[in-house]
């Protein structure tokens, strides 16, 4: 158990809709990253955020937000799903800024039917 | 250019034999960490080693080494004495700028699956 948490485990929902996927970080660490993890295109970094400021942006679409907030959760918002939005969706959480090791949640898996 | 290649198959490994699971990086920056995830059918990426491009010694996590040879910029994974509980896919990433912090995110390769035999 990494100590990064995840919730849904799972989410299953159609075209067009919102989603929105929550991730608590390892007591402690003050940054997190969202990577999303598809068959095609492999594991991909998306956006950081690092004590409640957006830190760094990845292959991350418009249609997709985030944002952590003062607890240090972290919450990815993903809307006007399309059926190339399905993929297992990875939270990650490091202690600080450099250097450290990214530990990774158990992710979520959306299906966009 | 790949940053992380990792081209070998599938790969079969005998329990409790050793195996040698390839990655080849490419970067310019002189820091950056290499880092080795493994993630089992169940979907979890597990963190198992990592190395630093400063680092004097190979990384050792337990029956995880990392055989590093930096000129020919290769970063390898060694599971030593195989367990049926190995079998998974393994991926090899790299964060450059690895001391500044201004490079915050982790290039993956596409992953090798490792089989363990019984």
């Known amino acids: 158990d990494s100590g990064v948490t995840q919730t849904p485990k799972h989410l299953i929902t159609a075209t067009g809709q919102r989603v929105t996927l929550r991730c608590s970080p390892r007591s402690g660490d003050l940054s997190v990253y969202w990577y999303q993890q598809s068959l095609d295109q492999g594991l991909q970094f998306l956006i950081q955020?690092?004590?409640?400021?957006?830190?760094a942006k990845g292959n991350i679409l418009e249609r997709f937000s985030a944002q952590q907030f003062p607890d240090l959760h972290s919450e990815l918002n993903l809307s006007s799903l399309e059926l190339g939005d399905s993929a297992l969706y990875f939270c990650?959480?490091?202690?600080?800024?450099?250097?450290?090791?990214?530990?990774f949640g158990p992710g979520t898996r959306l299906l966009v039917l | 250019a790949q940053k992380i290649t990792q081209t070998q198959p599938g790969m079969f490994v005998q329990e409790k034999e050793a195996v040698t699971l390839d990655c080849t990086y490419d970067?310019?920056?002189?820091?950056?960490?290499l880092f080795w995830y493994k993630q089992p059918s169940s979907g979890e990426m597990i963190f198992l080693i990592y190395?630093?491009?400063?680092?004097?010694q190979n990384a050792t996590e337990g029956r995880y080494s990392l055989n590093f040879q930096k000129a020919r910029k290769s970063a390898n994974l060694v599971i030593s004495a195989s367990q049926l509980g190995d079998s998974a896919m393994y991926f090899c990433?790299?964060?450059?700028?690895?001391?500044?912090?201004?490079?915050?995110?982790?290039?993956f390769g596409k992953g090798i699956t490792l089989s363990v035999r019984p």
């Open positions: 990433a790299m964060r450059e700028d690895f001391l500044t912090g201004a490079n915050s995110k982790l290039t």
């Open positions: 955020y690092y004590n409640g400021e957006e830190r």
């Open positions: 190395q630093g491009s400063y680092d004097q």
């Open positions: 990650a959480s490091s202690s600080g800024l450099a250097g450290e090791t990214q530990y």
């Open positions: 970067t310019s920056d002189p820091s950056y960490g």
